[in-house]
């Protein structure tokens, strides 16, 4: 899953295994880069647990994509491996950190209280898990995967149930999903940006209050400061040094301040991928849902027999049982 435009789960593929390990992820990863078309994983970012060889799949099948790990998982095991040391601020500070001058203050703390622990951070390779070290391009400032938890939770419900009755009624509910989400963007249509990316562009332009804006004779960059902060912010790049306009696509509340200084629209500097239109792309081409069970198909085919045991069995015998038929489990879940 992913989240889309309007900050909501979206669902893109489901695969139930005997077992997750390496390689029902490699399957499953495999088929999901076939189904997006996407090769070998470029322009994917994935957020995962790295348990059961989900790490190593990425690495080997996906080796232009982007591995992610969450920072729950990670948060757990050193609350494991160390359970004396009361470092939850400082690990969260780090983790949402979205400059690396942040980042290494928040690092500080925790080397100062344990060092053990810190070394052991370090050795994680903090790229794969720390705000701040997030590409881009991938617009968003998830560092959990709390949101998949939230699919997970919600699929539950339908365990109950058979293989068949699962599936038809997982891709029928998220099939009508797309259709009422597609429509809600219609009834948008005189907004630019989708109502999650307004409200926190409400929410940032709250908290730019007090900031003070210097604007130098080059009108592409402005400083705002208070407190003894300071944020360069550049109109032309859309950057602000605080880096959180780059990785959420919604200006942060520095660039919302020199935005109002300049006199220009918020709405001119809000990434494409928060825009109504890109929403409505998403779940324009809809789910292809099964077919309902009574309307399955039955076949047969040829049974295939154990080998023979006695060797005096006739050829009639064998003949009469080479065309037999029988319902097999393939001509049940033809999908």
Excluded at 8 to 13: E, H, K, Q, Y
Excluded at 82 to 106: E, M, N, Y
Excluded at 290 to 300: G, K, S
Aim: aromatic fraction near 12%; charge should be negative; glycine fraction near 4%.
């Amino acid at each position: 899953m992913c989240r889309d435009g309007n900050d909501v789960v979206l669902p893109i593929a489901f695969c139930e295994v005997q077992e997750e390990n390496l390689d029902s992820w490699a399957f499953f990863l495999k088929n999901l880069t076939y189904g997006l078309r996407f090769e070998r994983g470029e322009g994917l970012c994935i957020l995962a647990d790295g348990d059961n060889g989900v790490d190593e799949a990425v690495e080997e099948f996906l080796p232009y994509g982007v591995y992610r790990q969450c920072c729950f998982s990670l948060y757990g095991r050193m609350v494991v491996k160390f359970p004396d040391v009361q470092l939850h601020s400082a690990f969260w500070g780090a983790c949402r950190s979205t400059d690396r001058k942040s980042f290494i203050h928040h690092m500080s703390i925790i080397e100062t209280v344990n060092i053990e622990c810190h070394n052991w951070l370090k050795d994680t390779d903090s790229k794969t898990w720390a705000l701040f070290s997030m590409p881009q391009w991938v617009k968003s400032t998830e560092v959990t995967k709390s949101s998949s938890e939230q699919l997970r939770i919600w699929l539950s419900k339908f365990l109950d149930l058979n293989v068949a009755q699962r599936y038809t009624t997982i891709t029928r509910t998220i099939a009508e999903m797309f259709q009422r989400r597609y429509l809600a963007g219609w009834e948008w249509v005189y907004d630019k940006i989708t109502p999650a990316a307004r409200q926190q562009i409400i929410h940032n332009v709250f908290e730019s209050d007090g900031w003070n804006v210097d604007m130098p004779s080059n009108n592409a960059v402005s400083f705002v400061s208070r407190h003894g902060f300071v944020f360069e912010v550049n109109r032309e790049l859309m950057t602000c040094s605080c880096r959180l306009w780059q990785l959420s696509g919604i200006p942060c509340e520095h660039a919302c301040r020199c935005i109002h200084s300049w006199g220009d629209k918020l709405d001119k500097y809000v990434h494409r991928l928060w825009s109504v239109d890109e929403y409505r792309s998403a779940y324009g081409p809809g789910m292809q849902m099964l077919r309902e069970i009574t309307h399955w198909e039955w076949q047969t085919k040829d049974n295939v027999l154990q080998p023979m045991k006695n060797s005096t069995n006739s050829s009639a015998s064998n003949e009469a049982n080479c065309h037999s038929k029988v319902t097999t489990l393939n001509d049940i879940f033809p999908y």
